[in-house]
């Protein structure tokens, strides 16, 4: 007895066993669906007794262990029942040879056979006999289960009239000594006569009787002669048959205890189909009417005697288990014991002791076994360790049957199997293949164990021949337990997964396995790990304003309330989400990434793109390499919304190692976002500048170098003028419909004397609307006019050059002689920023606003800064003013001392006078006649004194007007001959 | 003596595991794993009879044809997994007793540090020190 059935259950002592068999050519699933009518009929009631026959059915149970039926009944092959197919009469007697072939295997057991036969049309000439049937074909047999019935009546007289046959053998002298197989030789020779042995033999044959009035249904008898047998063979040291005896009383405790069942849902007994009686009740009737007496107290006192409680149960069982121990050649029957302890054991929930019975059932040694035997060993351990509730213990043998399916022994190793079996030991491991589980951090450890067993259905399942299945495990592998593969294992990881990926790339569909599981895709959000995501604005020059009173309609539309805290409310939760800027149709927009890489090498990572919804959207994949272990590191993604509406950004996708990923932001918490839903307006045209100047790295200060689309330096002398070109192109799409110009001087505390920029837009606002790729050129005159008064540093001691003046000594001439009032304010502050360098700077912005197209439809239009910066030098100095009476009473001499502080050669001329030429750093005098003149006589400025908030200012454009007339009376020019400018001179305020 | 000590967090994850080196870390890794379905069997039955006054101490847990594997769970169900090597017959379990007690002992200093964060792997050096001294001790 080599083969152990591991699917035993204590209740199955009280079966009987039948073999069905298919003798000569039968279709196997012909064959089974028979078989399967037949075992349906796996307790019969017989008809007198009100006793129930249970009937455990195989298809196929070895001779072998046919010949330890005398041990244990149940292990006895009682019945037989061949099925076989005929077609014509004449095989008929070929057939029938063949049936009792059969029967010769298991004859010395046999209490009764069956042959079915179908496929026979016609009559037979043999007269009709009792244990032949015949059908014409498998789909006509309605009759077979009546007759397995009928045949199981049959074996349930012979089972009678044996256990009354063995019961009432008291009397006589000579008791046959039961034995197995491996006992006969020992008894060769023994004493027949001796005390000692009758006793066995005695003890035998009661255990024996017991088992017969089991399968009988008499179960109060069997507990009688159990008993019995156990004193008897106590008293003799027979260790097997003693063990047997008490593993009897278990089993019969077990089934009176647990009427149920022990075996679980695998080999669950029916509900009884022809006796609906509870189950509880089956047995008592049947049990009392045998013994023809009727249910009184008495026996009830008397069963609870003789039945074992259920903690008596336990005892016995090891006790059992420790006399099979001491015989090698019983380790099945010892096994088989420990399967059948350890469901009882589950029955009563004493999982500890359960787990001692099967760890004495893994040591048990059954020899040389094959590796189909050893893979069934382990996996029946698996369940039954699953069955008393240690997963860990049941996944742990599971892997190990996993493994023995392709142990290198097998010459046609089982992958599918052991894949199978793999993946049945991934609850025990608290392993799911759903990465979204495993970011929740559930699975937390035993990460040794976990990427073992990864590892085995990577490589089960490339065995297999399904690379798909390899690289989404591999993923899987890699996504998860990144943390924990040491630099090496990713190098091999990494590697591997490139080899599959180049026979078949990963991609995001679920697989479905052909047993219905499903492996979800694995998106590598940690290859590389995103840390933000943030939506960029556009660049200041493309992005969209808003008109203004279109802006104040739609708050006005919103709510008629001005405050409203519900409103304000859902405007809180909207604003979180939507990012208060606007994307513009058909202009690329960027998302900023922050990323890095956890791998020790480099990563490449390669069209990643964004994964947007709403608005139909082009991305525009990017490939990126990122270096070893990098810090965070930015990533641009781009893309162009191709239509107008809300755009949500989702997420991205990468492909990395051949596998591609989708990867949703809100799968990800750790990664920081400032909001992923913008407004795409419709398209606006776009304007591209150039200029004739220079472009320069200045910016004015308070504008951010972004707000500026570019900007423009250029070098002046004080009062010198210049032209600025600036050719604007179309580049965008749309027609450009409307231009506007305005102008900002920035970052000034100088005063500025006239107007710094002018132009005409008249010009180009003709060519509107330009249409792509047309331009329109406008100029620009830039002038400045600056106070450079009170910069005293610059003049040299002037006294000492030995120019002679008469008058007023001052520092800033001619205002000093004006307005000596008002010089007193400017010299104060003026007076603090001596260090100054003695150039100025004059910054200024130009912004074009432009829209058209759709764009402006909607009230959207786009603004286009362009910065000016000029550095305004000194040119010519009055150092001193003073006048002088001339010949005409209504004219005078002005004279005036100018100082050239440039390094250029100048010239100098005024109305009425001759032109002087100055060197570098000299300063002269020059006399001009002019008619004197009244300040008062300039009423044109009060008209408005409205428009003037401050006193200050009223006085400052007097000021203004009166020098304007000074300038017109003077006329006072210079120019420099060595640079080819000529200016007029803007000094005069 | 021991040649496996493990740490588990109540929720079944290792905060640490060490064994010696010269051997197959991985089986180790599947006995201590293993041993939680008995721990947790013991643990459940402990906690319906008595649930104040519970003895920390669960005994041995199972042999194994070469190591024995005993068992500890302190009040806040972290657990505590020694293996010892079968061979070794004088270890008594007194000694078995005192090693648990000097690795909870340890470990209360370790969930002492206010930089330890609880349920994070454990990798003080104390504690190591302490383990490996449990470790080596007879050898």
């Known amino acids: ?989 | 003596m021991a040649v496996c000590i493990a740490v588990i967090a109540k929720e079944n994850y290792p905060l640490y595991i060490r064994s010696v080196p010269s051997q197959n870390e991985l089986k180790f890794h599947y006995t201590v794993h293993t041993s939680l379905d008995v721990v947790e069997e013991k643990v459940s039955a402990v906690g319906k009879s008595l649930a104040d006054q519970r003895e920390l101490y669960l005994g041995l847990l199972y042999p194994t044809e070469d190591y024995k594997v005993y068992g500890y769970v302190t009040n806040s169900k972290v657990k505590f997994v020694i293996v010892v090597d079968s061979s070794n017959t004088s270890l008594r379990d007194n000694e078995i007793r005192s090693m648990f007690r000097k690795l909870h002992n340890s470990f209360t200093d370790v969930m002492c540090n206010p930089f330890y964060n609880p349920g994070d792997p454990i990798l003080s050096k104390a504690f190591n020190g302490i383990v490996s001294g449990m470790m080596v001790q007879t050898s």
């Open chain 1, 1 to 989: 007895m080599s083969v152990p059935d591991y699917m035993q259950c204590a209740e199955d002592h009280q079966t009987v066993l039948v073999v069905v068999q298919p003798v000569g050519i039968v279709p196997e699933d012909q064959f089974f669906k028979i078989y399967k009518r037949i075992a349906s009929v796996s307790q019969v009631s017989i008809r007198d007794s009100q006793r129930l026959l249970y009937i455990r059915y195989r298809h196929h149970y070895l001779p072998e262990n046919n010949e330890w039926g005398d041990f244990q009944t149940h292990r006895k092959v009682v019945g037989l029942v061949c099925i076989t197919t005929c077609g014509a009469a004449k095989d008929w007697p070929q057939t029938a040879e063949r049936f009792h072939g059969q029967k010769e295997v298991y004859s010395s057991t046999l209490y009764d056979s069956r042959l079915l036969v179908f496929g026979l049309q016609g009559e037979i000439a043999e007269q009709q006999r009792t244990d032949v049937a015949f059908y014409p074909s498998f789909e006509e047999c309605a009759d077979v289960e009546r007759r397995v019935e009928d045949f199981v009546e049959s074996i349930f007289i012979v089972l009678e009239s044996k256990r009354l046959d063995r019961a009432t053998d008291k009397s006589g002298d000579k008791i046959q000594l039961l034995c197995v197989p491996f006992e006969k030789k020992d008894f060769v020779g023994l004493d027949t006569d001796s005390r000692h042995y009758k006793k066995r033999c005695q003890g035998r044959m009661r255990k024996h009787v017991g088992d017969l009035c089991l399968q009988a249904g008499m179960l109060q008898d069997a507990l009688v002669h159990y008993h019995m047998a156990v004193e008897l063979l106590r008293a003799v040291n027979d260790f097997l048959w003693l063990g047997a005896a008490l593993e009897g009383l278990c089993s019969a405790s077990v089934i009176f205890h647990y009427p149920g069942g022990t075996a679980g849902k695998t080999a669950a007994r029916k509900p009884s189909i022809s006796q609906p009686a509870d189950a509880s009740k089956r047995h008592r009737p049947g049990a009392l009417t045998a013994n023809g007496i009727s249910a009184d107290t008495s026996t009830e006192i008397g069963r609870a005697k003789n039945c074992l409680s259920p903690e008596d149960i336990i005892d016995k069982y090891k006790e059992a288990i420790s006399y099979y121990g001491k015989y090698k050649n019983a380790g099945v029957i010892e096994l088989e014991a420990c399967v059948k302890a350890v469901r009882v054991l589950a029955i009563q929930k004493r999982a500890r002791e359960a787990s001692e019975f099967l760890q004495n059932a893994v040591y048990i040694n059954l020899g040389q076994l094959s590796e189909e035997e050893k893979i069934q060993r382990y996996s029946i351990l698996s369940e039954l360790y699953e069955l008393i509730g240690f997963h860990r213990k049941s996944a742990f043998f599971k892997r190990v049957a996993a493994m023995q399916c392709v142990a290198p022994t097998i010459p046609e190793p089982g992958w599918r199997a052991c894949y199978k079996l793999l993946l049945e030991t991934l609850p025990g491991y608290s392993l799911s293949l759903d990465p979204k589980d495993f970011s929740k951090g559930s699975h937390r450890g035993w990460a040794a164990v976990q990427m073992r067993l990864l590892h085995e259905l990577v490589y089960a399942s490339r065995r297999m021949g399904n690379p798909g299945l390899s690289v989404r495990h591999l993923s899987f592998l890699l996504q998860t337990m990144l943390d924990f593969l040491s630099d090496q294992e990713k190098k091999e990881v990494t590697q591997s997964l490139e080899n599959y990926t180049s026979k078949c790339p990963g991609g995001m569909e679920v697989i479905t396995l052909s047993d219905g599981l499903k492996l979800p895709p694995v998106p590598f959000t940690k290859l590389p790990i995103v840390r933000s995501v943030k939506l960029l604005n556009l660049p200041a020059s493309l992005r969209p304003h808003k008109v203004k009173c279109l802006l104040e309609q739609n708050v006005s539309t919103a709510s008629p309330f001005i405050y409203s805290p519900i409103i304000m409310h859902n405007r809180g939760e909207e604003r979180c989400k939507k990012i208060d800027f606007q994307w513009v149709q058909g202009d690329v927009c960027e998302v900023q990434l922050m990323v890095y890489n956890p791998m020790p090498y480099e990563l490449r990572v390669e069209n990643m793109g964004l994964l947007t919804s709403g608005v139909e959207f082009e991305s525009l994949p990017a490939a990126l390499s990122l270096p070893a272990e990098s810090g965070l590191y930015p990533v641009t993604l781009v893309g162009v919304p191709r239509t107008a509406g809300n755009i949500t950004v989702n997420g991205y996708h990468t492909s990395v190692f051949g596998v591609s990923s989708d990867c949703l932001l809100e799968g990800l918490p750790s990664v920081k976002t400032s909001g992923c839903l913008v407004e795409v307006i419709p398209s606006l045209p776009r304007l591209q500048l150039s200029t004739s100047l220079p472009r320069s790295a200045h910016t004015p200060q308070p504008m951010s170098k972004e707000q500026l689309s570019s900007s423009v330096s250029v070098q002046l002398f004080n009062g010198e003028e210049q032209q600025l070109t600036i050719t604007l192109e179309n580049i965008g799409s749309e027609d450009i419909e409307s231009l506007e110009l305005t102008s900002k001087t920035v970052n000034t505390k100088d005063k500025v004397f006239g107007r710094f920029l002018s132009w005409d837009l008249e010009e180009a606002l003709r060519h509107l609307p330009l249409k792509p790729g047309q331009t329109v050129t406008l100029s620009i005159s830039i002038k400045v006019k600056l106070d450079f008064s009170g910069q005293e540093n610059l003049l040299p001691d002037l006294n000492d050059d030995g120019i002679s003046v008469t008058g007023l000594p001052i520092s800033s001439p001619l205002r000093q002689l004006l307005k000596p009032r008002a010089e007193n304010k400017a010299v104060s502050s003026e007076s603090g920023k001596a260090e100054y360098s003695h150039i100025k700077t004059l910054e200024a912005v130009l912004n074009f606003k432009y829209t058209g197209g759709a764009g402006k439809v909607e009230g959207y239009y786009r603004e286009l800064s362009l910065g000016v910066h000029v550095d305004v030098e000194p040119s010519v100095f009055f150092t001193r003013v003073s006048t002088l009476p001339a010949t005409s009473t209504r004219q005078c001499h002005l004279l005036l001392d100018i100082f050239n502080p440039t390094e250029h050669e100048l010239t100098v001329s005024a109305k009425n006078s001759k032109d002087l030429v100055l060197h570098p750093s000299e300063c002269q005098r020059l006399a001009i006649q002019v008619d004197k003149f009244d300040f008062e006589s300039l009423p044109q400025l009060y008209q408005e004194p409205a428009s003037f908030s401050s006193p200050k200012q009223l006085e400052e454009e007097r000021q203004h007007a009166q020098g304007c007339q000074i300038n017109s009376k003077l006329d006072i020019c210079w120019s420099i001959i060595s640079l080819q400018s000529d200016y007029r001179d803007c000094m005069v305020a």
